[in-house]
T-cell receptor
Framework: AQKITQTQPGMFVQEKEAVTLDCTYD???????LFWYKQPSSGEMIFLIY??????QNATEGRYSLNFQKARKSANLVISASQLGDSAMYFC???????????FGKGTRLHILP | DGGITQSPKYLFRKEGQNVTLSCEQN?????MYWYRQDPGQGLRLIYY???????QKGDIAEGYSVSREKKESFPLTVTSAQKNPTAFYLC?????????????FGPGTRLTVL
């Protein structure tokens, strides 16, 4: 079974609109971390935001916020006021407390339209 | 500047040849990782190392080998046993061995086997 599921292979969003990228995860651990990475066409992986399983508040970093719903095992990324430069692949990932590996989802390709 | 370097950015090899991809980090991170990414796909873990002179297989280790003789270096050798080596290879590191910190990525090496 997949541990990280991103159900949106691709999305098109108008510039300046907010966008939500979906991510659900599967773990039996109580302690885990959730991550979002951005991968532009150049290929590098850029860390965006992190949410710990014990964090009570949703993580925010500038225009990025993570909508963490623990009971639903959901960790959606919200980008406010999207920009053309936000066009990229976005990956959700999880690190379980008992493991040193980070598991990545298959990604969502986001296209911002002018 | 601290970071992770991978060289070269593009690499071409003939079928049947072994090739070694370099990865160096000056972040003083203990853990290092190698991922493979195919077009339109997520990242798959090849090998990872938690400490010098020790490493573990990831999900797709067959046809690859690694070494970790120094903390800052984690080279990956793609052997002739790897049946489909053409891919984008990403190296990453993280600060701790069992915590929940994020991974930092290098710029990647795009390997094409002719």
């Amino acid at each position: 079974a997949q541990k990280i599921t991103q159900t949106q292979p691709g999305m098109f969003v108008q510039e300046k609109e907010a966008v939500t990228l979906d991510c659900t995860y599967d773990t039996s651990d109580q302690s885990y971390g959730l991550f979002w990475y951005k991968q532009p066409s150049s290929g590098e992986m850029i860390f965006l935001i992190y949410q710990g399983s014990y964090d009570e508040q949703n993580a925010t970093e500038g225009r990025y916020s993570l909508n963490f719903q623990k009971a639903r095992k959901s960790a959606n990324l919200v980008i406010s006021a999207s920009q053309l430069g936000d066009s990229a692949m976005y990956f959700c990932a999880m690190r379980e407390g008992r493991d040193d590996k980070i598991i990545f989802g298959k990604g969502t390709r986001l296209h911002i339209l002018p | 500047d601290g970071g992770i370097t991978q060289s070269p950015k593009y690499l071409f090899r003939k079928e049947g040849q072994n090739v070694t991809l370099s990865c160096e980090q000056n972040l003083n991170h203990d853990a290092m990782y190698w991922y493979r990414q195919d077009p339109g796909q997520g990242l798959r873990l090849i090998y990872y190392s938690q400490i010098v002179n020790d490493f573990q297989k990831g999900d797709i280790a067959e046809g690859y080998s690694v070494s970790r003789e120094k903390k800052e270096s984690f080279p990956l050798t793609v052997t002739s046993a790897q049946k489909n080596p053409t891919a984008f290879y990403l190296c990453a590191s993280s600060i701790d061995l069992g915590g929940l910190g994020e991974q930092f990525f290098g710029p990647g090496t795009r390997l094409t086997v002719l």
